[in-house]
């Protein structure tokens, strides 16, 4: 039995005509009506009941019509799915992301849109560090990530940059310090720090440290945390002050004050990593969406690049 056994008896039974369905199917009449004695012989039993005026199931021709309908129902569907996974509309696509970048900027942006054009699609966002977003997407249990990168990506990874951002330095509003004031870097020198064990990731940690001794600025650091959230925990204690992505201020904690440095410059590459041989085609609709939000958006390309 071949699907077009099904699709004729369905058309057949729905038109009740031999005639009238063959003309709906385009096909001849002969042809059709061959299909249908086909389709009984195999099956053993009569599946119509032929009169001068037209033909009527029998009663396990309309047992039969009730499968047959369900069954290529289920083929249109898989077959409608297929085509959408192709398109990059349907299936699922694993994001990870640094958990600052989606509070604003073009990572919320890229998120909303996508799931305008991919209702379907299970979209999977992992927070994760840059290091540990390397890795899960090198494993393939990411298809990519909203990572900052300051150093060359692990072999066989490529980069989409997408826009720069960068440092501001974090203090207790029980300082009283006015968040709209200017804070030279060496009149730093006398207060606590609070940072990210260098572990965590290594080349922006010496990017950040190296920056800030350009500046005549040690960090004298009295706490390591590996999340911006924990540090920012920590500064509202009045534990220390902190530098940290100014993407912070997007959702500042009630006791925290952000400045800008007058002297200090530490700039944060946002980048997309994902692997170029990974075949999902979400991932390609994902990253033309990326492109044309790229596009859109301004960069400041006078950046001068970290070093390991």
Same mark, same amino acid.
């Given at each position: 039995?071949?699907?077009?056994?099904?699709?004729?008896? *369905?058309?057949? @039974?729905? /038109?009740?005509?031999?005639?009238? %369905?063959?003309?709906?199917?385009?096909?001849?009449? &002969? !042809?059709?009506?061959?299909?249908?004695?086909?389709?009984?012989?195999?099956?053993?039993?009569?599946?119509?009941?032929?009169?001068?005026?037209?033909?009527?199931?029998?009663?396990?021709?309309?047992?039969?019509?009730?499968?047959?309908?369900?069954?290529?129902?289920?083929?249109?569907?898989?077959?409608?799915?297929?085509?959408?996974?192709?398109?990059?509309?349907?299936?699922?696509?694993?994001?990870?992301?640094?958990?600052?970048?989606?509070?604003?900027?073009? *990572?919320?942006? @890229?998120? /909303?849109?996508?799931?305008?054009? %991919?209702?379907?699609?299970?979209?999977?966002?992992? &927070? !994760?560090?840059?290091?540990?977003?390397?890795?899960?997407?090198?494993?393939?249990?990411?298809?990519?990530?909203?990572?900052?990168?300051?150093?060359?990506?692990?072999?066989?990874?490529?980069?989409?940059?997408?826009?720069?951002?960068?440092?501001?330095?974090?203090?207790?509003?029980?300082?009283?310090?006015?968040?709209?004031?200017?804070?030279?870097?060496?009149?730093?020198?006398?207060?606590?720090?609070?940072?990210?064990?260098?572990?965590?990731?290594?080349?922006?940690?010496?990017?950040?440290?190296?920056?800030?001794?350009? %500046?005549?600025?040690?960090?004298?650091?009295?706490?390591?945390?590996?999340?911006?959230?924990?540090?920012?925990?920590?500064?509202?204690?009045?534990?220390?002050?902190?530098?940290?992505?100014?993407?912070?201020?997007?959702?500042?904690?009630?006791?925290?004050?952000?400045?800008?440095?007058?002297?200090?410059?530490?700039?944060?590459?946002?980048?997309?990593?994902?692997?170029?041989?990974?075949?999902?085609?979400?991932?390609?609709?994902?990253?033309?969406?990326?492109?044309?939000?790229?596009?859109?958006?301004?960069?400041?390309?006078?950046?001068?690049?970290?070093?390991?």
């Amino acid at each position: 039995m071949e699907l077009r056994h099904l699709r004729y008896f *369905v058309a057949v @039974a729905e /038109a009740g005509s031999f005639r009238v %369905a063959a003309e709906r199917i385009h096909i001849t009449q &002969p !042809a059709i009506t061959r299909q249908i004695h086909d389709l009984e012989t195999e099956v053993g039993v009569a599946l119509f009941e032929r009169s001068s005026t037209g033909v009527a199931l029998t009663p396990a021709g309309e047992h039969m019509l009730k499968d047959a309908r369900a069954m290529l129902g289920k083929l249109e569907d898989s077959i409608r799915t297929a085509r959408h996974i192709g398109a990059g509309l349907a299936g699922s696509l694993r994001i990870g992301f640094v958990e600052n970048v989606s509070w604003d900027g073009v *990572v919320p942006t @890229a998120f /909303a849109r996508f799931q305008a054009q %991919a209702p379907d699609l299970q979209l999977q966002l992992v &927070p !994760a560090n840059s290091p540990e977003q390397f890795q899960r997407i090198e494993a393939d249990t990411l298809d990519g990530g909203f990572v900052y990168a300051f150093d060359a990506l692990p072999a066989g990874l490529r980069l989409l940059p997408l826009q720069q951002r960068h440092a501001v330095l974090a203090v207790p509003k029980q300082w009283g310090w006015h968040e709209h004031q200017r804070v030279a870097a060496k009149s730093l020198r006398d207060k606590r720090f609070v940072a990210f064990p260098r572990h965590t990731y290594p080349a922006y940690y010496d990017y950040l440290i190296r920056s800030c001794h350009r %500046a005549g600025l040690t960090l004298d650091i009295v706490q390591e945390v590996t999340t911006e959230a924990a540090i920012l925990s920590l500064v509202s204690a009045g534990i220390g002050a902190a530098i940290v992505n100014a993407s912070n201020r997007s959702r500042p904690p009630d006791r925290v004050t952000f400045l800008e440095f007058a002297d200090l410059k530490i700039e944060i590459p946002l980048g997309f990593a994902y692997a170029p041989g990974n075949r999902n085609p979400a991932l390609l609709r994902f990253l033309q969406l990326l492109e044309a939000l790229s596009d859109e958006t301004p960069k400041n390309r006078n950046v001068e690049k970290p070093k390991r």
